[in-house]
T-cell receptor, first 114, second 116 residues
Framework: TQLLEQSPQFLSIQEGENLTVYCNSS?????LQWYRQEPGEGPVLLVT?????EVKKLKRLTFQFGDARKDSSLHITAAQPGDTGLYLC??????????????FGQGTILTVHP | DSGVTQTPKHLITATGQRVTLRCSPR?????VYWYQQSLDQGLQFLIQ???????AKGNILERFSAQQFPDLHSELNLSSLELGDSALYFC???????????????FGSGTRLTVV
């Protein structure tokens, strides 16, 4: 069974601060995805990283995939109240019946105070 | 609007009852996934269907069952409901079982089930 551990579980910061969320596993994934979920809605895909060591930027968000494709991080620069939400990482299986199947981390609840 | 439609949005029912949750996947998507989300358990995978056939099972209780119909919509049936079944139930879809590793899943807005 592939497991993904996200940390921290909760993050409460002031507007303008930087933060990093980590997603770690002992398993190798074919890709790592990050989703954002707002209250009353389903998770929405933010980004997919596929290649070990890959870095992707989405405005103030920077996503990195570990060299060994077992871990990932999400860094937010100058956080804004609109960034508040639940952030979920998800790893895609590498082969067989698990190919493409996503395993989700427990999520990080981010609250950005004005 | 994500393109994945879930009904109903809210459901309140008594213990011991049976309910059916419905999901219409995004147009063109053949795979449907059901997830349960509760505060202490996170997003738990229940079951996956691909083009009408069961593809994978997760932590789905025997009291729960699902199916995907020829028009690709899916239903999740929950029976003999218990208080602990109260949760958000999400449906997600993807084009094909193997494409998810790049394109990810598209989630619906969920059904909030409250068992009283």
């Amino acid at each position: 069974t592939q497991l993904l551990e996200q940390s921290p579980q909760f993050l409460s910061i002031q507007e303008g601060e930087n933060l990093t969320v980590y997603c770690n596993s002992s398993s190798v994934f074919s890709s790592l995805q990050w989703y954002r979920q707002e209250p009353g809605e389903g998770p929405v895909l933010l980004v997919t990283v596929v290649t070990g060591g890959e870095v992707k930027k989405l405005k103030r968000l920077t996503f990195q995939f570990g060299d060994a494709r077992k871990d990932s991080s999400l860094h937010i620069t100058a956080a804004q109240p609109g960034d508040t939400g639940l952030y979920l990482c998800a790893g895609a299986g590498t082969g067989g019946t698990s190919y493409g199947k996503l395993t989700f981390g427990q999520g990080t609840i981010l609250t950005v105070h004005p | 609007d994500s393109g994945v439609t879930q009904t109903p949005k809210h459901l309140i029912t008594a213990t011991g009852q049976r309910v059916t949750l419905r999901c219409s996947p995004r147009s063109g998507d053949l795979s449907v996934y059901w997830y349960q989300q509760s505060l202490d358990q996170g997003l738990q995978f229940l079951i996956q269907y691909y083009n009408g056939e069961e593809r994978a099972k997760g932590n789905i209780l025997e009291r729960f069952s699902a199916q995907q119909f020829p028009d690709l919509h899916s239903e999740l049936n929950l029976s003999s409901l218990e208080l602990g079944d109260s949760a958000l139930y999400f449906c997600a879809s993807s084009v094909a079982a193997g494409s998810s590793h790049i394109r990810g899943y598209t989630f619906g807005s969920g059904t909030r089930l409250t068992v009283v």
